[in-house]
């Protein structure tokens, strides 16, 4: 049967030489990781501190397919369906559990809901639509009275981000990989035109021919000493963890409220977790060091308030603390996917909140851009250069609550 995941403590020497390097510990690391193993590449993944102590860790992990791209709803579709047979495919848990998904439109929003369901349904996302009244029938508790139409996915869900990114390097290291954690990259050797290693403490270096930078908001300052500048801004998230009120007995679904700015999900069977939806790119700063990442007590009042406008019941939750992560975002909230700079390197970076959800087929199709030196068809919309000639992902079905003025 299948378990938590474990890996063999740092191995005390590790090979002075891999057809592949990974610096990062996330799950888009352990993903990339994991899907090179399976095409037969020896890898080391690097961390510089444990699996998952980056974003992943602070991740509020769901797992929805209700993107505005047919690129994102692609994508997301693949990593949901992967989440789903997790165990199947790692031998690992990763504690996926299926919600459903809501989320609502307002009049004055009706033709762009309208719109963007049929992208979704056109996608083959199982949505249905339902009137106000019907939704709050699904879902007791949930004030809907404001919107005109709900979208509900009911394959949407959430896992546990710590056991996925474990569960995906424990099942790298099962097929050979070395995962060396406690251990930073601290510069990437370059000789002619191409990558040759990473260095690492004690003057130690890893030759390699095949680096793949998916470090997270430690990525651009990985990259720039290459001569790669990537537009990765970074903006703090804060979440929040509430105790359902008695009465409050369904565990509720994933909700996205775009109107009060919060999406939020059940948490375990008595808790709600809640957090703003902040990644606007205009709204990104240049660093990203967390001093703390806790969260303050006034923010959490804050959220509560924020979220009790869409479940009412909320109002009278007892906080059961929270923290605060750090998003890295680009201009048009979609990853850089690349092959960059020296040949031989590769970034993963950029995630721009959605990281967690597509880390199992952004991970797959890493490996095959890695393996193939061919990039997929799909990983075309994520190119780096996009910015520069000027043309940014653009939402085929944009949804104007989304992107409207942000909330404090
Ligand atoms: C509050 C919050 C809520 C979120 N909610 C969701 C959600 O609901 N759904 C969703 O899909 N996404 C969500 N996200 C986004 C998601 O968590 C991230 O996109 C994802 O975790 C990014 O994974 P990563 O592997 O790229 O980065 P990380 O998890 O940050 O991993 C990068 C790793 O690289 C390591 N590293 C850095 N420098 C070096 C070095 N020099 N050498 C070796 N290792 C190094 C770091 O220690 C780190 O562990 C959320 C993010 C936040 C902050």
Known sequence: MAGVATWSVTPSRHPSRADAVVVGGGCIGASVAFHLTRRGLSVVLLEKGHVA???????????RQHYESLVGIRLARRSLEFFQRFERETGFLCDFRTTGFLSGARTKDLEAFEA??????????????????????????????DYAAVVHDPDAGYADPIATAAGF?????????TILEDTAS????????????????????????????????????????????????????????????V???????????????????????????????????????????????????????????????????????????????VYDVTPDRY????????????????????????????????????TEARRPADLETFRASRF???EPIVPDAPFPARHGPRLP
């Open 53 to 63: 102590s980056g974003a992943t860790g602070h991740s509020g992990a769901l797992v």
């Open 116 to 145: 963007l369901f049929k992208l979704l349904a056109g996608e083959g996302v199982k949505v249905e639509r339902l009137s106000a009244r019907e939704a709050m029938d699904l879902e007791p508790g949930l004030d809907a009275s």
């Open 169 to 177: 390097a424990a099942a790298a290291t099962r097929a050979g990989a």
């Open 186 to 245: 601290q510069g990437i050797v370059v000789q002619g035109d191409a990558v040759a290693g990473v260095r690492v403490r004690g003057g130690h270096r890893i030759a390699s021919e095949r680096i793949v930078l998916a470090a997270g908001n430690w990525t651009p300052g990985l990259a720039r000493p290459l001569g790669v500048r990537l537009p990765i801004g970074f903006i703090r998230g804060d979440v929040a963890i509430l105790r359902r009120p």
């Open 247 to 325: 009465g409050f007995r369904n565990t509720p679904r994933i909700h996205f409220d775009f109107y009060n700015g919060t999406y939020s999900r059940p948490e375990g069977d008595k808790d709600m977790l809640v957090g703003y939806m902040r990644t606007d790119p205009r709204k990104t700063v240049r660093r990203h060091e967390l001093t703390d990442d806790s969260v303050r007590t006034s923010t959490v009042r804050g959220l509560r308030t924020r979220l009790s406008k869409r479940f009412p019941a909320m109002a009278r939750a007892q906080p059961r603390g929270g923290w605060a992560g």
């Open 335 to 370: 990853p850089v996917v690349d092959r960059v700079g020296p040949r031989g390197l590769y970034v993963a970076a950029g995630l721009s909140g959605h990281g967690f959800k597509l880390s199992p087929e952004l991970g797959r199709l890493v490996a095959a851009y890695v």
């Open 388 to 390: 520069r000639d000027g």
